[in-house]
C-alpha cells in the first residue's frame, strides 16, 4: 500500500519521483495519517488539507538552510512524515514519542515548536533580519492559515514585514476554517475573487495580451505563469496586501502540485515579502472529514458525555434563557468549548472573534460596560495570552466578565502550549477577581448562575478536560465546602485535586492520622470560614493542578492568620512535555499515595 511513502527518508528523495507518482504518494499519505489519526488521536482535517502543499514545499526547497515555518504546528504532521520520522510515526502524541507539533528537540527541520496561532509571520521577521545581518543562505517561509491569519499578531508581523521589506513568503493557506468557518472578510473578500466571472474572464484576456507582448512578454508571462494575480497585481487595484507592502499572488490550487511547485521556485526571484495564496481544501481524500460541517474533523476531539465542558454546555445556555443580557463568545472554536447549542439557540447573542483572545476579552469589557453579561468561553492555556487584556481592560474597570476556562490544569497529549497551569497563578493577581474552581460535574450550573450574581468585577471559572467527578453535594456562593473532618491534617484539594485529597485523606486514615478535606470551590477570595478551620490543624496541605510557586496555595499560606505549618503542592515552573494527564501528575508527586506521605513526612 506505501510503496512510495516508504521510499522516502528525507525530503530529497521527493525529487526522484514524477509528479503522477507525487500524486499517488500523496494518497498513501492520507490514508496513512487517517490511520494513525484514528489509532492516536491528534489533528486530521488540517493535515489532510496540506499534503501537496507540503510535498511541493520540501520538494522545491532545501530545509532546514530553507526555513519552513509551521504557523500553530497542528498542521506539520506531512511535514514530519517528509523529514525522516515516518517510522516514529505510531508514537505520536504518546510519552517519549513524536510530539503533535514541530519539535526542536525531534529534528533540526522543526524551527519552532509552539501552537498558539498566529505567531509565524513574527518569527519570519525575525529570523529575516538575522540572515540579513549573519549573510547565511536560505529562504523564510511562513505558512499560515486563514484562521491563524485572524490572530492581532499575524497583522501585527503583516505591518511590520511590509515596512521592513524583509524578504519572506508567506504561504496564506486557506480552506476558508479555523475550526468552525473562519471569521474574517479579508478571507471571504480574497476567496470571492476567484470565483467571480468577470475577473476569471479579465485574467484570461490580460493573460492572452501580456503573452503577446513582444520579447519582454513570453518571459514575463512564463516567469508568472502560474500567478494568475500577478497580472491582476500588475493592473487592478492594490489588494490588502500590497497596501501594506507585501507583495500579492493568487489565488492557486492547493492540490495542484505542479502549480505549486512552480509558484514556490518563482516566488524566490521576488525581493521583499510575497503573499502566495493557496486555496485548500480541508480534510480532503476523506470522506467523513470532506462532509463534516462542523469542523471538517480538524480533530477528533467532541464534547463528551459527563465531562464539565458538557455540563457547561448545558448550563451557559440554562442562564441565558434565564437572563436576556448574557451574551457568549468564543474566539474561533465554538464547538470544543461547547458553546453550539447556545449558538443554535441564540445565534444573535453568540460572538465568533476568530483566533483573537486578546480582542475577546476587551470586546467582552466593552460589552459589559455596555450593560451585556459577556460569558467569555476560553481554554485556559489560550487566556495567558490576554492576561493583560483581563487585569487592565476588565480587571482595573471592575466589569463583570465572566469567564469560563476550559482543559485547565495538566491536559497532556497536546504538551507543553497546551498545558493550563498558569491561569491560576495570573488570575489570582487581578484585583477583584473571584475564581471558582468547581469539583464536580454538579457545580458548574451552581457556579455559573453564582457568578452571574456578582457584578463588582470578573469571574473565573476553570475547569479541566478530565470526565467531571459526580456529587450529590455542592456547595452555594463563595462558600468553601468541608468533606470530612478530622484534626491532624487539612487537605484542601482544588478542583479535580479534591478527588486526589479525598483519597490521601483515606489513606492517612488508615494509617491513624486524622484528616480533614475541604473543597475551597473558591480560591479568590478564600472563605473565611476556611481559613479559620485550617488554623485549626497540626498541618495544612494545599494540592492544586497549577504552578505552585505563584498558585493558589502560595496566596493561601499568606491569608493564614497563624503560623500553621504548611506545604504547597503544585506543579514546578517548568515546560512540561506532552504524556497522559494522570502520569504527569504522578510523576510530580500529585497523585493521592505521594500526597499521602508527603503529609505523613511533614506532620510535626
Ligand atoms: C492563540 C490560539 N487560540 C486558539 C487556538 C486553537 N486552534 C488550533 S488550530 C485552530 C484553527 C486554525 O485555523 P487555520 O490557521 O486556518 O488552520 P487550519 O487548521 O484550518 O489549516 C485553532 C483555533 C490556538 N492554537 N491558538
Known amino acids: 500500500m506505501s510503496k512510495l511513502l516508504n521510499q522516502i527518508s528525507s525530503p530529497q528523495d521527493l525529487r526522484k519521483f514524477t509528479n503522477a507518482e507525487l500524486e499517488e504518494l500523496a494518497t498513501e499519505i492520507r490514508s496513512f495519517i487517517v490511520d494513525q489519526v484514528e489509532a492516536n488521536g491528534g489533528h486530521l482535517g488540517s493535515n489532510l488539507g496540506i499534503v501537496e502543499l507540503t510535498i511541493a514545499l520540501h520538494k522545491v526547497l532545501n530545509s532546514p538552510e530553507d526555513v519552513l515555518l509551521f504557523d500553530t504546528g ?316 483581563v487585569n487592565l481592560d476588565v480587571g482595573l474597570h471592575k466589569l463583570p466578565v465572566i469567564f469560563c476556562l476550559d482543559r485547565a490544569g495538566v491536559t497532556g497529549d497536546d504538551g507543553p502550549s497546551h498545558h493550563g497551569i498558569l491561569d491560576l497563578v495570573l488570575l489570582s493577581k487581578v484585583p477583584g477577581m473571584t475564581i471558582f474552581c468547581p469539583s464536580s460535574y454538579e457545580e458548574i450550573p451552581q457556579m455559573l448562575s453564582d457568578a452571574y450574581k456578582i457584578t463588582s468585577g470578573p469571574v473565573a471559572i476553570r475547569w479541566p478536560k478530565t470526565a467531571a467527578a459526580r456529587s450529590d453535594v455542592i456547595g452555594t456562593g463563595t462558600k468553601a465546602r468541608q468533606v470530612s473532618s478530622g484534626t491532624e491534617v487539612c487537605l484542601i484539594g482544588v478542583g479535580k485535586m479534591l478527588q486526589v485529597a479525598e483519597s490521601a485523606a483515606e489513606i492517612l486514615e488508615r494509617e491513624g492520622t486524622s484528616c480533614s478535606v475541604w473543597d475551597p470551590r473558591v480560591v479568590k477570595p478564600f472563605d473565611p470560614e476556611l481559613l479559620s478551620a485550617a488554623e485549626c490543624h497540626k498541618l495544612v496541605v494545599s494540592i492544586e493542578d497549577g504552578l505552585v510557586v505563584g498558585g493558589v496555595g502560595s496566596c493561601l499560606r499568606k491569608e493564614l492568620r497563624v503560623d500553621v505549618p504548611m506545604v504547597n503542592l503544585g506543579l514546578p515552573t517548568e515546560h512540561i512535555e506532552h504524556s497522559k494527564p494522570e502520569d504527569i501528575l504522578t510523576r510530580y508527586g500529585l497523585d493521592a499515595e505521594s500526597v499521602a506521605k508527603v503529609c505523613q513526612s511533614n506532620l510535626p
Open 74 to 389: 497542528h498542521q506539520a504532521y506531512v511535514h514530519k512524515i517528509l523529514t525522516g520520522r515516518i517510522s516514529e510515526f505510531d508514537t505520536l502524541r504518546k510519552a517519549n514519542g513524536l510530539s503533535g507539533y514541530p519539535s526542536r528537540s525531534e529534528s533540526d527541520h522543526d524551527w519552532i515548536e509552539n501552537s498558539h496561532a498566529s505567531t509565524s509571520l513574527s518569527y519570519a521577521h525575525g529570523l529575516s533580519e538575522a540572515r540579513k545581518q549573519s549573510g547565511e543562505p536560505g529562504r523564510i517561509i511562513a505558512i499560515i492559515g486563514d484562521g491563524s491569519m485572524t490572530g492581532g499578531m499575524a497583522f501585527e508581523g503583516l505591518n511590520n514585514l511590509g515596512h521592513s521589506g524583509s524578504k519572506v513568503t508567506i504561504i496564506y493557506n486557506d480552506n476558508g476554517r479555523s475550526y468552525a468557518p473562519t471569521v474574517s472578510l479579508l478571507s471571504q473578500s480574497l476567496t470571492k475573487i476567484r470565483s467571480n466571472p468577470t475577473y476569471v474572464r479579465r485574467q484570461k484576456s490580460l493573460e492572452s495580451f501580456v503573452r503577446k507582448i513582444p520579447v519582454f512578454g513570453p518571459w514575463w508571462y512564463s516567469s508568472i505563469r502560474s500567478s494568475k494575480a500577478a497580472v491582476r497585481e500588475f493592473t487592478q487595484q492594490n489588494s490588502f496586501f500590497e497596501q501594506l507592502g507585501v507583495r500579492y499572488l493568487g489565488p492557486f490550487d492547493g492540490h495542484n502540485l505542479s502549480e505549486l511547485e512552480d509558484i514556490i521556485e518563482k516566488s524566490a526571484e521576488f525581493d521583499g515579502p510575497t503573499v502566495l495564496h493557496v486555496i485548500t481544501q480541508k480534510g480532503r481524500g476523506y470522506a467523513p472529514a470532506e462532509n463534516d460541517k462542523i469542523k471538517n474533523m480538524h480533530d477528533l476531539g467532541a464534547v463528551k458525555p459527563g465531562s464539565y465542558t458538557e455540563a457547561f454546555s448545558n448550563s451557559i445556555v440554562d442562564l441565558a434563557t434565564k437572563h436576556d443580557e448574557v451574551v457568549a463568545i468564543t474566539a474561533a472554536m465554538p464547538d470544543s468549548t461547547g458553546l453550539l447549542p447556545f449558538i443554535e439557540k441564540f445565534p444573535k447573542r453568540a460572538l465568533d472573534v476568530g483566533i483573537a483572545e486578546q480582542h475577546a476579552v476587551t470586546a467582552a469589557a466593552g460589552m459589559a460596560m455596555g450593560g451585556l453579561r459577556p460569558v467569555i468561553a476560553l481554554y485556559s492555556t489560550f487566556l495567558t495570552r490576554a492576561f493583560d487584556q
